[in-house]
């Protein structure tokens, strides 16, 4: 019974560490959610007036999908959930996932994309922005409606005191005109816990996590999204570094108690 316990010990302890691992890893990873691992005592023998554990297994692991702090990027395109919801993205095999990473670039075909490559989805269909057409014009508002003006003003011409030579005059043209040539919608679900992970924070939908709802940005239960930012990752690093002790320590116990295990069966086998 003891050898066992000890085995199954050492084994949740590393499988722990290796949680704790990924998770520090990634505390500066844009939009990633880290990992908890929640242990189960296994029971080996159920006796009249109690039960006798043999040791501890792993019973689930389940991301921790609590807000991250918002910091500012110097990409106007770069978007931060601020509340509930996730991106929905198109992969290359044309298969759907959602993330909360919002750092967005335009490829070569002018489609929104994640670093990866993955197709950001709207309201109708993969975005798609002409940034040769509209340049630094384009502005994202936190409902999700993408906008951007192609140079066409409106109003009069006016003449307005220089702001770097005192004196002089300056001629502002009329207001830029903006159209709106976009939308993000977010998605959420039931049940996140029954998000299936599909690595580079990536998650699928599964029955375990119910259909999808959608809808637009700080509308119903749903987050708004704030351009120009990003979300940090929510890892507690001070938390996952004590975590990270304890589990070591849970390890050497349980190596120590294996080794004096195997040291009195090969007495007992020597007499």
Do not use: C
């Amino acid at each position: 019974m003891s050898f066992q316990s000890s085995l199954s010990g050492i084994g949740a302890a590393s499988e722990k560490l290796d949680v704790i691992g990924v998770n520090v890893a990634n505390a500066q990873t844009v939009g990633f959610k880290e990992t908890n691992v929640r242990f189960q005592d296994i029971y080996a023998n159920k006796m009249e007036g109690g039960q006798f554990g043999s040791g501890s297994v792993s019973a689930v692991k389940t991301q921790a999908f609590t807000q991250g702090g918002l910091q500012q990027s110097d990409n106007a395109l770069d978007m931060a959930i601020n509340g509930k919801g996730f991106f929905q993205v198109m992969r290359s095999d044309g298969s759907l996932a959602y993330t909360r990473t919002g750092q967005f670039h335009v490829d070569k075909d002018k489609y929104l994309v994640t670093p990866e490559g993955d197709k950001v989805m709207g309201a109708s269909g993969p975005i798609q922005i002409d940034s040769a057409k509209y340049g630094n014009t384009i502005r994202i508002s936190s409902d999700g409606v993408i906008q951007a003006s192609d140079g066409v003003t409106r109003g009069p011409s006016k003449e307005v005191p220089d702001p770097v030579s005192i004196g002089k005059t300056i001629t502002q043209q009329g207001d830029l005109v903006y159209q709106t040539i976009g939308a993000v919608q977010l998605h959420e679900f039931r049940n996140e816990d029954g998000l299936e992970s599909l690595g580079d924070n990536l998650w699928g939908e599964t029955s375990a996590s119910g259909a999808r709802i959608f809808g637009q940005p700080g509308s119903g239960v749903f987050g708004t999204v704030e351009s120009g930012m990003t979300e940090a990752s929510n890892v507690d690093l001070n938390e996952n570094l004590v975590d990270m002790i304890v589990a070591q320590r849970e390890y050497q116990g349980n190596a120590q108690a294996l080794k004096i295990q195997v040291d009195m069966d090969t007495s007992l086998a020597k007499l």
